[in-house]
């Protein structure tokens, strides 16, 4: 009789001893599957809030695009450039954005240096021979070109012809076609052509 008591005893020790086992290992998978949960949850939080802060970065972002800065005629530098381009063929072609981009860095109307421009050398259509051969946009008088100024290159060339605009007549208060042909040019009308230009580049 004591023998089985004994034995079971023992079953029941050992029996004890597996559920305890179990009741931890019950233990330690709730507490992985708490910390697992937190984690998410969190992770969550966090992906949320990053795509909120991504969402208001580019909020700003589009902002600023949007905000670019009016320059000239209602316009910004992009603007006035593509309008100026729309005019512009042969040689000169491709160069609004310097056009437009230089002479309000120097403080001269762009359209009406694109419209002299265009007046003195043709490039509405075809660009003259002083513009093809000699980089003159604008009938500089000067030397390498017969009576007239050779440039190395056409950018030179513009900026050089409206660096001119602005030493000998903006800077003296000159700064309309009609002010400007006295000294410009022998022809009376030919401010008169200039002013057809810029009415021509205004429309688009």
Same mark, same amino acid.
């Given at each position: 009789?004591?023998?089985?008591?004994?034995?079971?005893?023992?079953?029941?020790?050992?029996?004890?001893?597996?559920?305890?086992?179990?009741? +931890?290992?019950?233990?330690?998978? @709730?507490?992985?599957? =708490? &910390?697992?949960? !937190?984690? #998410?949850? /969190?992770?969550?939080?966090?992906?949320?809030?990053?795509?909120?802060?991504?969402?208001?970065?580019?909020?700003?972002?589009?902002?600023? +695009?949007?905000?670019?800065?009016? @320059?000239?005629?209602? =316009? &910004?530098?992009? !603007?006035? #450039?593509? /309008?100026?381009?729309?005019?512009?063929?042969?040689?000169?072609?491709?160069?609004?954005?310097?056009?437009?981009?230089?002479?309000?860095?120097?403080?001269?109307?762009?359209?009406?240096?694109?419209?002299?421009?265009?007046? !003195?050398?043709?490039?509405?259509?075809?660009?003259?021979?002083?513009?093809?051969?000699?980089?003159?946009?604008?009938?500089?008088?000067?030397?390498?070109?017969?009576?007239?100024?050779?440039?190395?290159?056409?950018?030179?060339?513009?900026?050089?012809?409206?660096?001119?605009?602005?030493?000998?007549?903006?800077?003296?208060?000159?700064?309309?076609?009609?002010?400007?042909?006295?000294?410009?040019?022998?022809?009376?009308?030919?401010?008169?052509?200039?002013?057809?230009?810029?009415?021509?580049?205004?429309?688009?």
């Amino acid at each position: 009789m004591k023998a089985k008591l004994k034995v079971l005893e023992g079953i029941l020790l050992s029996m004890a001893v597996i559920l305890n086992a179990y009741l +931890i290992y019950i233990n330690i998978r @709730v507490s992985e599957y =708490k &910390t697992v949960k !937190e984690h #998410s949850s /969190t992770a969550n939080y966090i992906q949320i809030e990053d795509n909120e802060l991504l969402g208001l970065f580019s909020s700003e972002i589009e902002e600023v +695009i949007e905000e670019e800065p009016i @320059v000239y005629d209602g =316009k &910004t530098l992009d !603007e006035v #450039s593509l /309008t100026i381009e729309k005019q512009l063929n042969s040689n000169i072609s491709g160069k609004g954005y310097l056009i437009a981009s230089y002479s309000l860095e120097k403080g001269v109307d762009p359209y009406m240096a694109t419209a002299i421009m265009l007046h !003195e050398t043709g490039c509405k259509w075809k660009c003259s021979y002083l513009v093809r051969e000699c980089n003159n946009v604008g009938g500089q008088k000067g030397k390498g070109c017969g009576a007239y100024s050779y440039f190395n290159s056409l950018d030179e060339g513009i900026k050089a012809f409206i660096d001119n605009l602005y030493k000998n007549y903006i800077s003296y208060g000159l700064t309309t076609p009609e002010e400007i042909n006295p000294k410009y040019a022998e022809d009376p009308n030919w401010s008169k052509g200039v002013n057809k230009y810029i009415e021509i580049i205004k429309a688009q």
